[in-house]
């Protein structure tokens, strides 16, 4: 049962261009969702996260886009480096309001790789 | 700045054995989790631990595992029979009280557990 679904398993981009990773999910009831880096043989490291009751949150390159009625929110990185070659994974969960699950539920991720 | 330490990076244990993956989460966090990643897969929810106890587990999470907190700093998880099945990399993870922060976790590195 893939609640969070992140379709493309990898995408190439060329230094200095926009990212965009995707991400969908299926659960109505997921009210928080994250966006996490992860490197070969490291954790999954924070980048930015966004609550149901916006449509978006920016810091810094990372912009995250949340579309509620689509069921769908965006990683945008603009300008993209070389060194945000990794695994990005889309994660969401249910709980932000006070009531629910506080696990994470996680995407299979997508591969990105930024060409120098 | 603050982060989540696990040990050991690597653990190698034959089948039938007991393990014990420790974790020293973020000091002033109070939520813990359990995650694991089998090879090629997604990240997967084991459990959270708030107040010292069990607040969620998932399927997976049966009676051959268990968490503790045994000393106010380290979180522990152990398997206490492993299975083939069990090899996998396993992240700790903790977060604030969630209303103020919405619940961002922040991963360890991992134990890579390996049941032969």
């Known amino acids: 049962d893939q609640q969070v679904k992140q379709n493309s398993p990898s995408l190439s981009v060329q230094e200095g261009r926009i990212s965009i990773l995707n991400c969908d999910y299926t659960?109505?009831?997921?009210?928080?969702f994250l966006w996490y880096k992860k490197y070969p043989a490291e954790g999954p490291t924070f980048l930015i996260s966004i609550s149901s009751i916006k449509d978006k949150n920016e810091d810094g390159r990372f912009t995250v886009f949340l579309n509620k009625s689509a069921k769908h929110l965006s990683l945008h990185i603009v300008p993209s480096q070389p060194g945000d070659s990794a695994v990005y994974f889309c994660?969401?969960?249910?709980?932000?309001?006070?009531?629910?699950?506080?696990?994470?539920?996680f995407g299979k991720g997508t591969k990105l790789s930024v060409i120098p | 700045e603050p982060e989540v330490t696990q040990t050991p990076s690597h653990q190698v244990t034959q089948m039938g054995q007991e393990v014990i993956l420790r974790c020293v989460p973020i000091s002033n966090h109070l939520y813990f989790y359990w995650y694991r990643q089998i090879l090629g897969q997604k990240v997967e929810f084991l459990v959270s631990?708030?107040?010292?106890?069990?607040?969620?587990k998932s399927e997976i999470f049966d009676d051959q595992f268990s968490v503790e907190r045994p000393d106010g700093s380290n979180f522990t998880l152990k398997i206490r029979s492993t299975k083939l099945e069990d090899s996998a990399m396993y992240f700790c993870a903790s977060s604030e009280v969630l209303r103020t922060s919405g619940g961002t976790q922040y991963f360890g590195p991992g134990t890579r557990l390996l049941v032969l």
């Open positions: 659960n109505s009831m997921f009210d928080y």
């Open positions: 631990f708030y107040n010292n106890e069990i607040s969620e």
């Open positions: 994660a969401a969960m249910i709980g932000y309001s006070g009531a629910g699950s506080y696990q994470l539920t």
